[in-house]
């Protein structure tokens, strides 16, 4: 069903990006989850690409891509093992797209297509995950810039980046309302990045903190101003719940494929375990969600795409595709035996990257919240057909 609502160029696509994760990411996988250091080769690789100017407008030097194909490029890159953000690309260069005048975006765009730039999205604070209306980053006009100062933490590509994405308070008193939007390069002084956390997992992609201590940013770095700052980025942030479910599918598909093969090669009780009705049963389980949160996925990024405002559906594509794939990845490395534990099988991995999405782009709860939220605004079922 969703190749065919693909179409064929989509299709060709998913493709280009299938063959060039699988020879120029997979190989490499393992022995950068062992190095714990983010690979500076695989931004080098998918920028010769182009697909780091996926969603940057063409005549700014990118592909002049959408959402779907934010999906199909997570869903693949996920498939093959790549628990790298797609920070960059559905948040960062998006929200300058979207929202940025022609001067910043004939500015940053067309080095961030090409990969010269990288950028890292900045809103979480130690006091102030869930609860962005807490952030304490402030920034005061003075004359002709603003003096920004604040403690961002878990920034994904924060050790890497040379354009920060920054949402601040420019009035103290209004909460949400009072956050504001800055473009902030990472040269501008005053900004240092923190030590490389120790995860879990995701093993490749850094995540730090981003001080800043008396940056002075020039009043043009202005992106979207107060009253409107907030809201703004919370539509922005559901392209970046769609990159998150699109690696979490993209995952359980890899883990579950490493399953299948397992399960038709182990042989136990002088036949393969994939003849035995309680493994194929488990197998057709994680076939289904898989598919069911695909589905989702792609529902909102259609809608997406056709300029709907998708924050109910994005919240319920990442709840279910981040528990799905934890799910499945657990059944794949059961499914494994003892074998699933070693990290020669890789799912193991699988297991240790996935867990860490269903924390990052609004937890599991803050999703119900917004679905709920959402539902009840509108006072129409979840599911009412005819609607979209």
Not at 86 to 100: D, E, P, V, W
Not at 241 to 268: D, H, P, T, W
Not at 289 to 298: D, H
């Amino acid at each position: 069903m969703i190749e065919t609502l693909l179409g064929d160029e989509r299709a060709m696509f998913r493709d280009t990006v299938r063959r060039f994760a699988e020879s120029q990411m997979m190989p490499f996988v393992k022995d950068w989850d062992k190095q714990r250091k983010y690979p500076a080769e695989y931004y080098k690789k998918i920028s010769d690409i182009g697909f780091m100017g996926l969603m940057v407008p063409e005549e700014y030097g990118g592909m002049g891509g959408h959402l779907v194909d934010v999906v199909i490029l997570g869903e693949e890159m996920g498939r093959a093992g790549v628990s790298i953000p797609l920070t960059h690309i559905s948040a960062c260069c998006r929200a300058i797209a979207q929202h940025g005048n022609e001067e910043q975006k004939k500015r940053y765009l067309p080095d961030m297509a090409s990969g010269k730039k990288i950028g890292s999205y900045c809103q979480t604070e130690p006091n102030a995950g869930s609860d962005s209306a807490s952030m304490t980053s402030f920034a005061e006009m003075k004359n002709g810039y603003y003096l920004l100062n604040g403690r961002k933490n878990f920034i994904s590509n924060a050790a890497i980046a040379s354009v920060f994405i920054v949402l601040a308070k420019t009035e103290k008193d209004k909460g949400s309302k009072g956050i504001s939007v800055f473009i902030v390069d990472r040269d501008t002084p005053g900004i240092s990045v923190g030590k490389d956390e120790e995860k879990m997992g995701r093993h490749c992609s850094s995540m730090n903190d981003v001080i800043f201590e008396d940056v002075k940013v020039p009043a043009e770095n202005l992106l979207v101003p107060a009253g409107r700052g907030f809201k703004e980025m919370m539509v922005e942030f559901n392209s970046e719940r769609c990159g998150n479910s699109s690696l979490c599918i993209g995952m359980a598909q890899g883990a579950y494929e490493r399953a299948v093969k397992f399960c038709q090669q182990r042989v136990q009780f002088r036949k393969p375990i994939a003849e035995f009705q309680g493994i194929q049963w488990t197998l057709a389980e994680m076939a289904i969600q898989i598919q069911a949160a695909r589905l989702l996925v792609y529902d909102a990024a259609f809608k997406a795409d056709r300029g709907k405002v998708v924050a109910k559906e994005a919240a319920m594509a990442k709840k279910f595709a981040n528990e799905m794939s934890t799910w499945v990845v657990d059944k794949a490395i059961q499914l494994h035996g003892g074998y699933g534990y070693m990290s020669e099988y890789e799912v193991e991995r699988y297991y240790r990257d996935v867990r860490g999405w269903s924390m990052g782009g609004g937890t599991t709860q803050i999703c119900l919240n917004r679905i709920a939220y959402e539902i009840l605004k509108t006072g129409q079922s979840a599911t009412q057909p005819g609607k979209d």
